[in-house]
């Protein structure tokens, strides 16, 4: 009995060792550095939710060149127009989790049956030949490709050369939602042009006009995801078919996962639409005075319309109005401009430009701008509520050769608080110099630092220019900020916290060196212990001896 | 050896004329042994003078129904561990979803089947309840007095598909491709050993039942439950 169990157990020890445990990897669909780069997941999560088996890696270059002669159609079916769907492919109408099991099974399989009849055997037809275990939870994430106005300039410029005119609408659209004949919603409509995300990006809350369209792109599927493959994809390949230059379709190509900056697209043509290149923004019955905006300028300085322009290319007041609407999600045209916390008006996107580590220095510490205070300052409204039409003073450099030499030290020593340390020595000028040259280096920061004063209050935060301008009354941060704690006001801090959090801060905000005790005043020399005096001591000496 | 293992040339063999010689093995086998013990019943002449559709039927009934019969009842964890194993055993395979998936790819036939998750769990069933087999008839003093080697190889045979077919499903251990390969030659070695191994009694189950059902119900006027 023993005897024969020790047989059957051997045997299985043989079996174990013949076959070494390599674990089966999935050859060929493992994403591996470039290789990845055409590999797409098939899950189809939206109809299966949880997939019983793992998920499907599949190489779609590697069937993509394999299918070069063949083309698209062997896999993706085509739309009435002739159009390639690209979002799942062999059928439009497939719909059903068994439905579309099966028709994989069927397309996939048997199509590798036929090949493997041929020449090619080692193409998957097992379960776990696509459905690999150890690629369960892998991911694949190609980088968002950005249509950034380079592309756009440049397809403007192709279509004009193969067109022979502007052809804007081979791309662009609009969906009429009051047309009846729901084939004849789509239309193009010139100087209507706007981008794709406003109608195709799903994941928004839109306002109510554009959710209407975005509602009836999502029951039809239309995210921007499949309308780009779908467009861009199908246009490339048209051209190609012709013989024509065309764009690409391989996934990288687009999928490059490079980014052009703002600089770079500087000089790129912006598109053309009819905008106004300085338009004056009166609000009626506004009681702020008009602001003439540079559009121009704020084009070349964004990378999208969208950046300012979240739901339509027309002005913030059509939806915005002077008190809240549905149209424009209750923000009325004040909030709409003047919102710090969004990233499409003006105070917005500006908060977020002085959080550069240039502009933290002084920036940090200013309070956001609030109208309903009109803070932080009432003249700083006034930048931009100048009511004059001739245009926002652009790029105007701040000089420092008015500065009274008598007034503005070149160095400001700081003894006042000399007690462990030693005085501290403040390079006044060489700090004006620096943040003169800061602002007059960026055209938005000289366009809101007009004068001097502006530099000044950086630190100088509550002087006023007249109390300044008179002579032997320099702002001294003493003036406000006292020695001893001031218990009647307890959010001003005390000289020694003014200074340092002021100067170190900055410092730190703008990453520069320096923040050591010793780096601003020098440390005393210490005297020998023996020789202080110690009050403590002195006193109890005093006490035991009375 | 491995080249030949994972080949699709040896997958092409076992999933195509493998299954129709294992089939005709095994419906062939089965049909021969039936046949040729009716034969045998027919020639002693006796038996069937108080074959009875009453009592084979009432004996049938109380066997496949768990905790039935006297002897079950008074072997709970066994009787348990049985019909886990056998109900296992038959429905897991035949409701299996890569079963199902290999009919429609040849035959466009396909029925209701198992959630991935349920038909591992059965899986695992059949294979602890294997062990639990084995351990019995190696620990129990009076199952191994009636245990010969052909018992573990018949355990070997009922186990083995299960545990390689979880194996292939996990892709664990081995290549997964060698592990289908075995699971589906060990799926085929069972089949065509039902006609002729102790596993015969997934045929003779029904006629043994009959026969002894009858006479104690015709003849002792007894219960044989």
Same mark, same amino acid.
């Given at each position: 009995?023993?005897?024969?169990?020790?047989?059957?157990?051997?045997?299985?020890?043989?079996?174990?060792?013949?076959?070494?445990?390599?674990?089966?990897?999935?050859?060929?669909?493992?994403?591996?550095?470039?290789?990845?780069?055409?590999?797409?997941?098939?899950?189809?999560?939206?109809?299966?939710?949880?997939?019983?088996?793992?998920?499907?890696?599949?190489?779609?270059?590697?069937?993509?060149?394999?299918?070069?002669?063949?083309?698209?159609?062997?896999?993706?079916?085509?739309?009435?127009?002739?159009?390639?769907?690209?979002?799942?492919?062999?059928?439009?109408?497939?719909?059903?989790?068994?439905?579309?099991?099966?028709?994989?099974?069927?397309?996939?399989?048997?199509?590798?049956?036929?090949?493997?009849?041929?020449?090619?055997?080692?193409?998957?037809?097992?379960?776990?030949?696509?459905?690999?275990?150890?690629?369960?939870?892998?991911?694949?994430?190609?980088?968002?490709?950005?249509?950034?106005?380079?592309?756009?300039?440049?397809?403007?410029?192709?279509?004009?050369?193969?067109?022979?005119?502007?052809?804007?609408?081979?791309?662009?659209?609009?969906?009429?939602?009051?047309?009846?004949?729901?084939?004849?919603?789509?239309?193009?409509?010139?100087?209507?042009?706007?981008?794709?995300?406003?109608?195709?990006?799903?994941?928004?809350?839109?306002?109510?006009?554009?959710?209407?369209?975005?509602?009836?792109?999502?029951?039809?599927?239309?995210?921007?995801?499949?309308?780009?493959?779908?467009?861009?994809?199908?246009?490339?390949?048209?051209?190609?078919?012709?013989?024509?230059?065309?764009?690409?379709?391989?996934?990288?190509?687009?999928?490059?996962?490079?980014?052009?900056?703002?600089?770079?697209?500087?000089?790129?043509?912006?598109?053309?639409?009819?905008?106004?290149?300085?338009?004056?923004?009166?609000?009626?019955?506004?009681?702020?005075?008009?602001?003439?905006?540079?559009?121009?300028?704020?084009?070349?300085?964004?990378?999208?319309?969208?950046?300012?322009?979240?739901?339509?290319?027309?002005?913030?007041?059509?939806?915005?109005?002077?008190?809240?609407?549905?149209?424009?999600?209750?923000?009325?045209?004040?909030?709409?401009?003047?919102?710090?916390?969004?990233?499409?008006?003006?105070?917005?996107?500006?908060?977020?430009?002085?959080?550069?580590?240039?502009?933290?220095?002084?920036?940090?510490?200013?309070?956001?701008?609030?109208?309903?205070?009109?803070?932080?300052?009432?003249?700083?409204?006034?930048?931009?509520?100048?009511?004059?039409?001739?245009?926002?003073?652009?790029?105007?450099?701040?000089?420092?050769?008015?500065?009274?030499?008598?007034?503005?030290?070149?160095?400001?020593?700081?003894?006042?608080?000399?007690?462990?340390?030693?005085?501290?020595?403040?390079?006044?000028?060489?700090?004006?110099?620096?943040?003169?040259?800061?602002?007059?280096?960026?055209?938005?920061?000289?366009?809101?630092?007009?004068?001097?004063?502006?530099?000044?209050?950086?630190?100088?935060?509550?002087?006023?220019?007249?109390?300044?301008?008179?002579?032997?009354?320099?702002?001294?941060?003493?003036?406000?900020?006292?020695?001893?704690?001031?218990?009647?006001?307890?959010?001003?801090?005390?000289?020694?916290?003014?200074?340092?959090?002021?100067?170190?801060?900055?410092?730190?905000?703008?990453?520069?060196?320096?923040?050591?005790?010793?780096?601003?005043?020098?440390?005393?020399?210490?005297?020998?212990?023996?020789?202080?005096?110690?009050?403590?001591?002195?006193?109890?000496?005093?006490?035991?001896?009375? | 050896?491995?080249?030949?293992?994972?080949?699709?040339?040896?997958?092409?063999?076992?999933?195509?004329?493998?299954?129709?010689?294992?089939?005709?093995?095994?419906?062939?086998?089965?049909?021969?042994?039936?046949?040729?013990?009716?034969?045998?019943?027919?020639?002693?002449?006796?038996?069937?003078?108080?074959?009875?559709?009453?009592?084979?039927?009432?004996?049938?009934?109380?066997?496949?129904?768990?905790?039935?019969?006297?002897?079950?009842?008074?072997?709970?964890?066994?009787?348990?561990?049985?019909?886990?194993?056998?109900?296992?055993?038959?429905?897991?395979?035949?409701?299996?979803?890569?079963?199902?998936?290999? /009919?429609?790819?040849? !035959?466009?036939? *396909?029925?209701? =089947?198992?959630? $991935?998750?349920? +038909?591992?769990?059965?899986?695992?069933?059949?294979?602890?309840?294997?062990?639990?087999?084995?351990?019995?008839?190696?620990?129990?003093?009076?199952?191994?007095?009636?245990?010969?080697?052909?018992?573990?190889?018949?355990?070997?045979?009922?186990?083995?598909?299960?545990?390689?077919?979880?194996?292939?499903?996990?892709?664990?251990?081995?290549?997964?491709?060698?592990?289908?390969?075995?699971?589906?030659?060990?799926?085929?070695?069972?089949?065509?050993?039902?006609?002729?191994?102790?596993?015969?009694? /997934?045929?003779?189950? !029904?006629?043994? *039942?009959?026969? =002894?059902?009858? $006479?104690?119900? +015709?003849?002792?006027?007894?219960?044989?439950?």
């Amino acid at each position: 009995m023993k005897t024969r169990l020790l047989i059957i157990l051997s045997a299985m020890t043989v079996i174990v060792l013949l076959f070494p445990a390599s674990g089966y990897s999935g050859e060929g669909n493992k994403p591996s550095g470039n290789k990845m780069s055409e590999k797409l997941v098939i899950a189809h999560t939206e109809i299966f939710e949880k997939p019983e088996r793992p998920q499907v890696v599949f190489d779609h270059g590697l069937h993509a060149a394999a299918f070069k002669k063949e083309g698209c159609g062997e896999c993706h079916p085509l739309t009435p127009e002739g159009n390639y769907i690209f979002d799942f492919p062999f059928s439009a109408a497939t719909k059903t989790a068994k439905e579309i099991e099966d028709l994989y099974h069927e397309k996939c399989i048997g199509c590798h049956k036929k090949v493997i009849k041929g020449k090619n055997k080692a193409l998957p037809v097992r379960c776990g030949d696509c459905h690999v275990r150890s690629l369960e939870a892998s991911t694949i994430k190609y980088p968002v490709f950005e249509f950034d106005f380079a592309y756009h300039d440049k397809h403007v410029r192709a279509l004009k050369e193969k067109k022979g005119k502007d052809d804007c609408g081979a791309c662009h659209h609009t969906y009429d939602t009051l047309e009846e004949d729901e084939s004849l919603r789509l239309i193009y409509e010139q100087g209507t042009e706007e981008s794709c995300y406003y109608c195709h990006d799903l994941k928004k809350k839109r306002g109510p006009e554009l959710s209407a369209i975005t509602q009836a792109a999502a029951k039809k599927g239309l995210s921007i995801r499949k309308v780009s493959h779908q467009q861009c994809i199908n246009c490339h390949l048209g051209y190609i078919k012709a013989g024509d230059k065309a764009g690409p379709v391989e996934c990288m190509k687009c999928h490059t996962g490079k980014y052009r900056t703002i600089s770079e697209l500087l000089n790129v043509h912006r598109p053309e639409r009819e905008q106004p290149k300085k338009p004056f923004i009166s609000i009626e019955d506004g009681k702020m005075k008009g602001v003439s905006f540079d559009h121009a300028f704020h084009e070349k300085n964004t990378k999208t319309c969208r950046s300012c322009h979240h739901e339509t290319l027309q002005a913030c007041k059509k939806c915005h109005g002077m008190v809240g609407s549905t149209e424009g999600k209750w923000i009325n045209v004040a909030n709409a401009y003047h919102d710090t916390s969004s990233g499409s008006g003006c105070a917005g996107c500006h908060k977020k430009s002085k959080a550069d580590i240039k502009c933290a220095g002084c920036h940090h510490h200013l309070p956001d701008m609030d109208i309903q205070a009109k803070g932080p300052k009432k003249e700083t409204c006034t930048v931009c509520h100048s009511g004059k039409k001739e245009g926002f003073i652009t790029g105007k450099r701040i000089s420092l050769a008015s500065l009274d030499p008598k007034k503005v030290p070149e160095e400001v020593t700081v003894k006042i608080l000399e007690k462990q340390y030693q005085a501290s020595k403040f390079p006044h000028m060489k700090i004006i110099r620096k943040l003169a040259e800061v602002s007059n280096d960026s055209k938005m920061a000289a366009s809101f630092h007009r004068t001097m004063q502006t530099i000044c209050r950086g630190c100088h935060h509550q002087s006023t220019a007249e109390a300044e301008a008179k002579d032997n009354k320099p702002p001294y941060c003493r003036n406000c900020h006292s020695i001893v704690f001031d218990t009647k006001n307890l959010n001003r801090p005390r000289l020694l916290a003014a200074y340092h959090r002021r100067c170190l801060t900055c410092h730190e905000k703008m990453d520069i060196k320096g923040k050591g005790c010793a780096d601003c005043h020098k440390e005393k020399v210490p005297q020998p212990k023996d020789l202080l005096t110690d009050t403590y001591n002195m006193r109890t000496i005093s006490q035991r001896g009375a | 050896m491995y080249d030949f293992l994972t080949s699709i040339e040896l997958y092409y063999f076992l999933k195509g004329p493998m299954v129709w010689v294992a089939f005709i093995v095994f419906i062939g086998g089965s049909s021969y042994r039936v046949v040729s013990l009716l034969r045998g019943v027919k020639k002693s002449g006796a038996i069937y003078s108080y074959m009875s559709l009453k009592y084979s039927l009432r004996s049938i009934f109380h066997w496949i129904i768990p905790f039935a019969s006297t002897n079950m009842r008074k072997r709970p964890w066994l009787t348990l561990v049985t019909f886990l194993f056998h109900s296992c055993l038959i429905i897991t395979p035949v409701f299996l979803l890569a079963h199902n998936m290999l /009919m429609q790819e040849a !035959w466009h036939i *396909r029925w209701r =089947t198992l959630h $991935e998750g349920t +038909a591992d769990a059965m899986t695992l069933t059949v294979i602890a309840c294997s062990i639990i087999f084995l351990l019995r008839r190696l620990i129990s003093p009076d199952v191994r007095f009636v245990t010969s080697f052909s018992d573990f190889v018949i355990l070997f045979i009922a186990a083995a598909p299960f545990l390689t077919g979880f194996l292939a499903f996990h892709q664990m251990l081995f290549d997964y491709r060698i592990t289908t390969a075995l699971h589906i030659l060990f799926g085929e070695i069972m089949l065509m050993a039902i006609p002729f191994t102790r596993l015969s009694h /997934m045929l003779f189950f !029904w006629l043994t *039942r009959a026969y =002894t059902g009858s $006479e104690f119900g +015709a003849v002792r006027h007894s219960r044989d439950y």
